[in-house]
T-cell receptor, first 111, second 115 residues
Framework: SQQGEEDPQALSIQEGENATMNCSYK?????LQWYRQNSGRGLVHLIL?????REKHSGRLRVTLDTSKKSSSLLITASRAADTASYFC???????????FGQGTRLTINP | EAGVTQFPSHSVIEKGQTVTLRCDPI?????LYWYRRVMGKEIKFLLH????????ESGMPNNRFLAERTGGTYSTLKVQPAELEDSGVYFC?????????????FGSGTRLTVV
């Protein structure tokens, strides 16, 4: 199976703190993407990092990619209550044009 | 631009009935994908259309599922007859290019409950 794994499965922090979520995968990839799902809503694309990139920033988001360890991390700085959601990593792996998702991390930001 | 639209947003049906889900991709997007998340599990790929052709349907669970994209515009996913394990959220996504580095645009999903 090429499915990714994420940890932690659930994370609860105070508003203003930083949140870090990790993702591991098994096969060679073209890129890795992070998505957010607010309760009852669709998946929102957050950021994409290519296999030849090691770090990428977008606003309060920072993504790293370590292809030697087949892992990625998503850091959300200065968290806000509105960041409460489920976060999924998805790999676009070589040889197939489809995304393989991890099980997600449920992030709760406490006011 | 309008996003990916899915309807219905929710559907509750009895086991054995038929349900048809619809997805309208972003206009001009040739690539359309169906994914689903059954309760508590990961989001899994179902199939991929390029225009009206099925490019990859390796994720379709069984022959109770039928996807179509006549004319290369909107797509439907029919489940007939529905079983309890079909319950979950069905997502549709579209992209302009075959490997779009802007990521995929997903719809809000259809929550299907089979009772």
């Amino acid at each position: 199976s090429q499915q990714g794994e994420e940890d932690p499965q659930a994370l609860s922090i105070q508003e203003g703190e930083n949140a870090t979520m990790n993702c591991s995968y098994k096969t060679s990839i073209n890129n890795l993407q992070w998505y957010r799902q607010n309760s009852g809503r669709g998946l929102v694309h957050l950021i994409l990092i290519r296999s030849n990139e090691r770090e990428k920033h977008s606003g309060r988001l920072r993504v790293t990619l370590d292809t030697s360890k087949k892992s990625s991390s998503l850091l959300i700085t200065a968290s806000r209550a509105a960041d409460t959601a489920s976060y999924f990593c998805a790999t676009d792996f070589q040889g197939a044009q489809k995304l393989v998702f991890g099980q997600g991390t449920r992030l709760t930001i406490n006011p | 631009e309008a996003g990916v639209t899915q309807f219905p947003s929710h559907s509750v049906i009895e086991k054995g009935q038929t349900v048809t889900l619809r997805c309208d991709p972003i206009s001009g997007h040739d690539n359309l994908y169906w994914y689903r998340r059954v309760m508590g599990k990961e989001i899994k790929f179902l199939l991929h259309f390029v225009k009206e052709s099925k490019q990859d349907e390796s994720g379709m669970p069984n022959n109770r599922f039928l996807a179509e994209r006549t004319g290369g515009t909107y797509s439907t996913l029919k489940v007939q007859p529905a079983e309890l394990e079909d319950s979950g959220v069905y997502f549709c996504a579209s992209s302009e290019f075959d490997r779009d580095l802007r990521g995929y645009t997903f719809g809000s999903g259809t929550r299907l409950t089979v009772v």
